[in-house]
């Protein structure tokens, strides 16, 4: 099972059929653990058993993932941490792929208080108030998050000015750091990753063993 990094919205781990170690930019390790006769008694599992023993694995260790990119994500209005989670696991010929990500169907209504705290607001609310709130979808706005934004200066226009936010920002707007959250969340998530591999995957593969010699 491989894990490695999307720099916009993602860390994938992948679990080849076969049991061999992916090919995910990142750490990589096998699914199988070193004790030589585990690694062979998955090996006689059919593919159909391998599968049932790398999906909940896989998933279990996407959630880790998320959670560490919840807990480093930046805070704002709370709605790009409430988007992130693990996706079901795709199958895919003899590889199957699971991810921790920003989800998609989180787009919401974001107001702003006098004082300029967020608040995360109904579908229903955004439509009905759209002079106070404005839409979000944090799919399409977590790659500025991670990778920043250039300065913006006009050329033609007069003013520069967001329809998203109904705000002019004047003839410029400065540029905007990059934050790369998922990078830190996979530093710190990566040892809790590995730990659970190692502990989860013997256990699995015996019992699933068990369960066909039966």
């Known amino acids: 099972m491989g894990f490695g990094s999307n720099p916009y919205d993602q860390h994938r781990a992948r679990g080849p059929v076969s049991g061999a170690a992916g090919d995910a930019q990142g750490i990589t390790v096998s699914v199988i653990c070193d004790d030589s006769q585990v690694r062979r008694l998955f090996e006689q599992l059919s593919a159909a058993a391998q599968e049932r023993v790398l999906k909940p694995l896989m998933v279990q260790c996407a959630k880790l993932l998320a959670d560490a990119m919840r807990g480093q994500a930046p805070a704002e209005s709370g709605l790009l941490r409430k988007a992130i989670g693990a996706s079901t696991v795709k199958r895919y010929p003899s590889v199957l792929l ?6 998609r169907g989180f787009r919401r209504a974001v107001t702003a208080s006098r004082t300029g705290r967020l608040r995360i607001r109904s579908r ?9 709130a404005k839409f979000r979808s944090p799919r399409k706005y977590v790659h500025l998050v991670v990778g920043g934004r250039k300065a913006v200066s006009i050329r033609s226009a007069k003013v520069l000015y967001s329809a998203y936010t109904g705000k002019f920002f004047g003839r410029s707007v400065v540029a905007a750091a990059p934050d790369p959250f998922v990078d830190r969340a996979f530093a710190a998530a990566q040892a809790q990753v590995l730990a659970h591999v190692k502990s989860e995957a013997p256990q699995r593969i015996a019992a699933e063993a068990d369960r066909l010699a039966k």
């Open 124 to 132: 229903a609310y955004g439509k009905a108030n759209p002079e106070s």
């Open 98 to 103: 699971v991810t921790a990500e920003v989800r």
